[in-house]
Nanobody
């Protein structure tokens, strides 16, 4: 089992930045694909970014503004979010799984989420 705990969410003005962290415990994340999803109020959960080995993929909305990274030694994954927009307001969830995917249900472990609010 892998336990995932997100942190770093909060309230930020449009154009600002936040860095989300996802601390894993239970197993090393080095062999896992790690990712971030988000769910805005009243909307479906959507893919944000994923990383495994040298492969990193982003949603169109995240590309160029967000950067996913991982520190296997710290068993932690990060999501650096720059140039934030009000439409980035959502709960952000960290995921871990055997394979990279843009589908939330393809992952094996999920965190509880951290809230990000971007004010205009």
């Amino acid at each position: 089992q892998v336990q995932l705990v997100e942190s770093g969410g909060g309230l930020v003005q449009a154009g600002g930045s936040l860095r989300l962290s996802c601390a894993a415990s239970g197993r090393s994340i080095s062999a896992y694909s790690m990712g971030w999803f988000r769910q805005a109020p009243g909307k479906e959960r959507e893919f944000v970014a994923t990383t495994q080995g040298s492969g990193t993929y982003y949603s169109d909305s995240a590309k160029g503004r967000f950067t996913i990274s991982r520190d296997n030694a710290k068993n932690t994954v990060y999501l650096q979010m720059n140039s934030l927009k009000p439409e980035d307001t959502a709960d952000y969830y960290c995921v871990a799984g055997k394979f990279q995917s843009s589908r939330y249900d393809d992952y094996d472990f999920w965190g509880q989420g951290t809230q990000v609010t971007v004010s205009s």
